[in-house]
């Protein structure tokens, strides 16, 4: 089967360190540019872009952000989003939220540690969930195509995990990019792509935000 991980678009900033509620965004409006492109993408209705991909599933994590991304292509297919907790990223329960490319622009210090395994309370615990909801999905949809929208560091644990990596956080994606995996019946995960962005860029979206 061949599964195409995908990163959720833009969110909203979120500060909720003076209650101590868990920060869970929602897309920005240029996010949901960057998830309606995607969708068109896939579907084949990107002018420009390729034929359509055929997607037997369409999955998310939990997180507003990764669940509203997945929203156009799910109107597209006409299909029921499925939630498989195991995607969640790293920061679940967090009180803040802030794009990392947000820190960049203003010069916040606090993208460094972001972009460090520090960031991770517990690497080697948030890689076996990531594992265990891909393989979850995997198991789920043999020979067909899923779609799973989710997030970064998510998409870095699990191809970290396939190519015997010890830093998690090697790589950073775009947002929506497609990043796919294929995955044989016998057990072998063969990593195809990282941080495909076709779409925005024919779109004419940016990839990452605007100044970052």
């Known amino acids: 089967m061949e599964l195409l991980l995908v990163r959720h678009a833009l969110p909203v900033s979120v500060d909720n360190t003076a209650t ?33 991909e055929p997607v037997d599933a369409v999955y998310a994590s939990t997180r507003a952000r990764a669940r509203q991304s997945s929203e156009p292509l799910t109107g597209r297919l ?11 990223e790293y920061d679940y329960g967090e009180p803040e939220y802030i794009p990392i490319e947000e820190l960049k622009a203003t010069g916040d210090p606090r993208w460094h540690e972001l972009a460090s395994e520090d960031a991770i309370p517990t690497p080697e615990a948030f890689m076996a969930q ?11 949809h043999s020979g067909q195509r899923v779609v799973a929208f989710c997030h970064g560091g998510t998409i870095c644990a699990y191809m970290a995990y396939l190519l015997g990596l010890d830093r998690i956080l090697f790589f950073e994606a775009a947002y929506t990019s497609v990043n796919r995996v294929l995955a044989a019946s016998t057990g072998e995960r063969s990593l ?9 860029r024919v779109a004419g979206l940016p990839t990452y935000l605007p100044g970052g």
């Open 78 to 88: 006409g299909q029921d989003l499925r939630l498989e907790p195991g995607l969640d």
């Open 130 to 140: 990531v594992v265990g909801g891909v393989d979850r999905i995997i198991s789920a």
């Open 192 to 200: 195809v792509s990282l941080n495909e962005t076709a779409h925005l």
């Open 20 to 52: 101590g509620e868990a920060a869970d965004p929602v897309l920005s409006e240029l996010g949901w540019r960057q998830s309606q492109a995607l969708a068109d993408w896939l579907a084949g209705a990107l002018p420009g872009g390729p034929p359509a």
